[in-house]
């Protein structure tokens, strides 16, 4: 029988060991360390663990341009609205925390979190307005880097910062789970949606594609139409749209692909697609299709 030493049971925790190793040496110095003494026979840290000091590590690469929700995808609230209105935005999300904007979201006041509107809205008479309830946010350039950043909320006890352009403008709003998930992976909640198809088929030949969806998911679905720079260079359904026209497109334009294809946009905004129905597509698959592409990268090269 295997004793509690063998089966792991009385191992030390990740943390003890950082620290024993750690020394007179700075801790990022101690990761690195520790993963390169890793590539041996005898691994003293599962694969979970190793990845996450991985992701530790390169954390300092990172910069908040990296990590941040674009603009396009910040759900505030304005000041003017209430706390009913902010109660009913936070219905709406599911976030526990929100920006508050004056007017416009280049305006940014502040956020507010559910637990002070649940107090508002039991309290006796009930509060009305939200400019009490704000707390404060950090407003950073996207070029910090997250590590930085981290360090900054640690000691402000802030949450939340506004990511701003060199002009005022809202670029992007981070959080700190957004910073914690780049070092442990993605994180869901009870209100998070489960996966969803991103590509739908229709009746008639055609898709709706969720603009987010892989190139690499679109071709695996109606085979190889995309010229092999498209596929180095573009990553998403949406990206190849804009791309393709030079600009961030508007609702109801129609985008053509040199193999034919045709992108409609169903939804988006001056920023970004939000989801297209493409059409036209191929009925030729196999080495069909890859002829096809071969011919569109030569007549590029031309």
Known sequence: ?????????????????????????????????LVERENTDTPTISDAERQIIENAISLNELTVA???APRADIDGVDVADGVK???EKARQTYHSRL?????????????????????????????????PLLRDVLF????MRVIDLLLQMQVSRTHMAIVVDEYGG??????????????IGEMRDEHD???TPELVDESGGTIIADARASLEDFEERVGFVLTEDEREEIDTVGGLAVTLIGRVPTRGEIIGHPSGVEFEVLEGDPRRVRSLRIRNLPENDGDEAEEAVEYIDEANKA
């Open 85 to 87: 209105g902010a109660v």
């Open 66 to 68: 990296d990590v941040m």
């Open 140 to 143: 950073v350039v996207p070029s």
């Open 170 to 183: 809202v670029d992007g709003v981070v959080t700190v789970e957004d910073i914690v998930e780049e070092i």
């Open 193 to 195: 949606d489960e996966a």
């Open 99 to 131: 920006p508050v904007f004056r007017g416009e979201l280049d305006d940014t006041i502040g956020m507010i979190h559910v637990k002070d509107l649940m107090v508002a809205m039991t309290s006796d008479p009930p509060a009305t307005e939200i400019e």
């Open 1 to 33: 029988m295997s004793s509690d030493s063998d089966n792991g049971s009385n191992r030390p925790s990740l943390w003890s060991r950082l620290v024993r190793r750690s020394g007179e040496t700075d801790l990022r110095t101690t990761l690195a360390e």
